[in-house]
């Protein structure tokens, strides 16, 4: 009867246990969704990121709303002309999404406006390597490839 007992008893502290772990995992998730949350809409002012990105783990989406904004806040500098910042916001946001035809030409147009025509050339031949059909992307490599001689 003893060893009944004693199962029993070693049983509802596993089960105690296991349930104090499980609730401390759900806590430390409930953590870093929150910290999480916060960080990308309040600290990067990143007001596209939904909490569901970061619950979901969904980095792609989220590199994506931080290219889109980089690439609004490189139109605003270029408009500037302030450069230094237009450059690395273009920069940034071509690395955040690479996919990203759109934002990679308006980056290299950028590129070609200020004199940076051997790394718009890269960029261009970058975005070939991921997307070697996109005629987008074809047409002004060709261009800048004949007009640098």
């Known amino acids: 009867m003893k060893k009944n007992s004693t199962s029993s008893a070693s049983g509802g502290l596993l089960r105690k246990l296991a ?6 995992l759900v806590s430390l998730y409930g ?4 910290a999480g949350y916060s960080w990308l809409h309040f600290v990067r002012k990143n007001e596209q990121v ?15 709303t931080n290219a889109v904004q980089h690439f609004a806040h490189a139109q605003v500098d270029w408009e500037a002309k302030n450069y230094q910042a237009a450059y690395l916001s273009f920069v940034t946001g071509v690395r955040q999404d690479p996919d990203n035809i759109s934002g990679r030409l308006l980056a290299v147009r950028f590129l070609r406006s200020v004199g940076a025509g051997g790394l718009a050339l890269a960029m261009l031949e970058e975005g070939l390597v991921r997307a070697p059909e996109d005629r987008r992307l074809i047409e002004p ?4 490839l004949l007009s640098a001689g």
Do not use: N, P
């Not at 953590?31 to 929150?34: F, R």
């Not at 939904?50 to 994506?64: H, M, Q, S, T």
């Open 19 to 24: 349930i104090y772990g499980i609730i401390g």
């Open 31 to 34: 953590i870093y969704v929150a």
């Open 50 to 64: 939904k909490i569901l990105d970061v619950a979901f783990i969904r980095v792609g989406e989220i590199r994506r």
């Open 141 to 144: 490599t060709f261009e800048l």
